[in-house]
């Protein structure tokens, strides 16, 4: 069965009326989005030796990087830059940290596997149904006229009626459909086997649920609205509406409450034990535990599978209920024959916090600070819990507003490239410049790459930032051609931009706005990270590219996973040798040795080279004496502005030391 022909036969996300915004282009996004997970849960579920499913993962989060960056847009547009579009652009920020750290488990791969698809199923399920369905009400009820509280306030009455026990209805039922799904997975159904359960899986309890819920709980509307119907507690609706609710006394103090996000360690072992029911009936006697064990004060919610938020309005109390919460998971609950006990982990926030901006309206930022600090606790103490404290919660604010800067920077076209010639020692010959951006902030002068290109390396602004780079470069080009100066020019490409989905297409778009110019000309630079673990993927970019007729460098060689096979397979024209080697070789020593076997290989892959870091006529006399002849570094010129490079060149001689026939 071909690929397509196989998603649709096991569809454990169906799509349905139920998942429309009423945003027509955001709707068709979501289609592919689903699309690509009921191909990864068929991939999972079947079981097949032949079945790789890391293609797909890919795509999955190639087209989710593409889908966020264009819904942030149009919410952008819409609401400017409120708190509900910076809670929706961190959501899709944790989505992406949190595949990363599956991705990298060193756990067994059925178990990796298994989580990996229940958080996508979940995460995908909620957000489509509960937070783009809300921002795409509130963008409608503002392009009507609404003033955004008053937007928000009838959103939040619109949804949370018997739209909110569809909603509730719907996240229940995909999340036991996602049970099923991991479960088959870890039974190793054979194929057919698999397509008929999921099939009747879908045709009795999705069909049967969405009837029956809605008519036994057509007099419970309102109890449901907020309540999660498996455990009788709050659900993700009941508990922001609760923290809203203590919020609006204004005579509270900073910190003296807490919202904590808890999620049970290894449930799903007990799920795969005793079954889903079992596990639903534990999920059920724990609450009650739970609820004995809390103040009358506070509040819990079940937001989801496993996951639980807690709202303590004493946060002096907090560490010590977390700790009778514990104590009482510990104790083995009695399944028939059998016992079972579990732990959790815990993220905590204190709040209000009128230095970090927290209003009445931002229960749902709380919210997502608690995942925040959860997610980090799994990973740095698995099994207790951890605080957002003041300076995390500073970093984080410093970053969104360094990420607002930067969007800014690119809006108000603050950013601009230098340039640093690449010259043959020998001759003084000079094809290409490497283009090297710097950031023309306002209130910080000139800033160098190192103050924000970090903070954006796995974020879809380093595209955009790419993007302009390439425009920008090709402008230039253009802009030298006229005074009679024709060089070459090397742009930087990030990993996450060259492996985007839409790259050698974009690539394209901007190559034909400038048809005067020779694409091959521009040379993109990549570091071998580029291509670590997608290999493959990398090396049909880059024959793509060719394509068009752009040529390959790969920087910083030598410092990453080099190796035969790998320099065999990755088709650049050019290898960029790291300064670091050449900074150290002025004597006979490691370095010396490690330059010669460079030289050495870029010969017998028919590579060109080039020397990046040349600080002293020494080094270039090294260089030359190994047979490398091209080179660029701080001696030779540092990057410099377009008009002082036309200077540069005018003035530009190579040292005697390096013009010698000899080169000895």
């Not at 819904?71 to 609401?79: H, I, N, T």
């Not at 791969?109 to 990996?116: H, M, Q, R, Y």
């Not at 010669?596 to 990046?612: S, T, Y």
Request: hydrophobic share 40%; charged share 25%; net charge negative.
């Amino acid at each position: 069965m071909s690929r397509n022909g196989a998603s649709q036969g096991f569809e454990i996300f169906p799509w349905s009326r139920h998942f429309e915004t009423g945003l027509e282009d955001i709707d068709d996004q979501h289609r592919v989005l689903v699309n690509i997970l009921n191909r990864l849960a068929w991939h999972f579920a079947s079981g097949s030796p032949e079945a790789d499913s890391t293609h797909l993962l890919d795509e999955l989060l190639g087209y989710a990087s593409y889908h966020f960056q264009y819904e942030e847009g149009v919410w952008s547009r819409a609401l400017g830059q409120s708190a509900m579009c910076r809670n929706h652009h961190e959501a899709h920020e944790l989505f992406f940290a949190r595949i990363q750290v599956l991705r990298q488990s060193e756990a067994p791969e059925e178990e990796v596997l298994a989580d990996l698809f229940d958080y996508l199923t979940r995460w995908l399920a909620f957000n489509i149904l509960e937070s783009d369905r809300r921002m795409a009400l509130t963008v409608k009820a503002v392009e009507a006229g609404a003033p955004l509280p008053q937007a928000l306030d009838q959103v939040d009455t619109e949804l949370s009626g018997p739209m909110s026990i569809m909603v509730t209805a719907l996240l229940e039922i995909y999340g036991k459909l996602s049970a099923s799904a991991i479960q088959l997975m870890h039974e190793k159904l054979a194929r057919q086997r698999a397509e008929s359960e999921v099939a009747h899986l879908q045709r009795e309890r999705l069909h049967h649920a969405l009837e029956t819920q809605a008519q036994d709980h057509q007099n419970q509307m309102a109890f449901l609205a907020y309540s999660d119907p498996l455990t009788g507690l709050l659900n993700r609706n009941g508990i922001i509406r609760a923290v809203r609710e203590f919020l609006e006394n204004g005579s509270l103090e900073d910190n003296s409450a807490a919202l904590v996000s808890i999620d049970l360690d290894n449930f799903h072992e007990i799920n795969a034990r005793f079954g889903e029911e079992t596990a639903d009936r534990v999920l059920g006697l724990l609450a009650r535990r739970w609820q004995d064990a809390l103040p009358p004060n506070a509040a819990l919610a079940r937001i989801g599978g496993d996951e639980f938020a807690l709202l303590m309005t004493d946060a002096r109390q907090v560490e010590s209920r977390l700790r009778a919460l514990q104590l009482t998971c510990l104790q083995p609950f009695e399944l028939g024959d059998a016992s079972a006990a579990t732990s959790f982990t815990a993220g905590i926030v204190c709040f209000p916090s009128r230095e970090a901006g927290i209003a009445s309206k931002d229960a749902d930022i709380l919210l997502r600070q608690a995942d925040h600090t959860l997610f980090r606790a799994k990973q740095e103490m698995k099994g207790s819990w951890l605080f957002l404290d003041v300076e995390e919660r500073e970093r984080r604010m410093s970053r969104q507003r360094l990420l607002s800067d930067i969007r800014a920077g690119l809006d108000q076209k603050q950013f601009r490239l230098f340039y640093q010639p690449k010259v043959n020692l020998r001759s003084g010959t000079v094809q290409y410049v490497e283009a090297l951006i710097r950031w023309q902030h306002p209130d910080r002068g000139l800033l160098s790459p190192a103050n924000f290109l970090p903070a954006i390396e796995h974020h879809p602004l380093i595209v955009e930032l790419g993007e302009w780079a390439l425009e920008e470069a090709l402008f230039q080009m253009n802009a030298w051609d006229g005074e009679g100066v024709t060089l070459g020019i090397s742009v930087n490409i990030a990993p996450i931009h060259l492996l985007s989905p839409t790259f050698v297409a974009r690539l394209q778009s901007i190559l034909d706005r400038f048809p005067g110019q020779a694409p091959g000309r521009l040379d993109l630079e990549i570091v071998e990270t580029a291509a670590l673990g997608e290999l493959e993927k990398a090396v049909r970019v880059i024959h793509d590219c060719q394509r068009l007729g752009v040529t390959f460098s790969l920087d910083d060689f030598g410092t990453g996973y080099s190796s035969l096979s790998y320099l065999k397979q990755l088709p650049v024209q050019t290898l960029k040798i790291d300064r670091e080697f050449v900074s150290g070789a002025d004597n006979k020593g490691e370095n010396h040795l490690i330059l010669k076997g460079i030289v050495g290989l870029a010969r017998v892959f028919g590579r060109e080279l080039v020397a990046e870091g040349v600080e002293t006529v020494e080094q270039g006399e090294l260089l030359l004496e190994l047979g490398c002849e091209w080179a660029q570094g701080y001696l030779i010129s540092p990057p410099v502005a377009p008009d002082k490079l036309i200077q540069w060149l005018a003035h530009w001689k190579p040292f005697p030391e390096w013009t010698r026939s000899d080169g000895t």
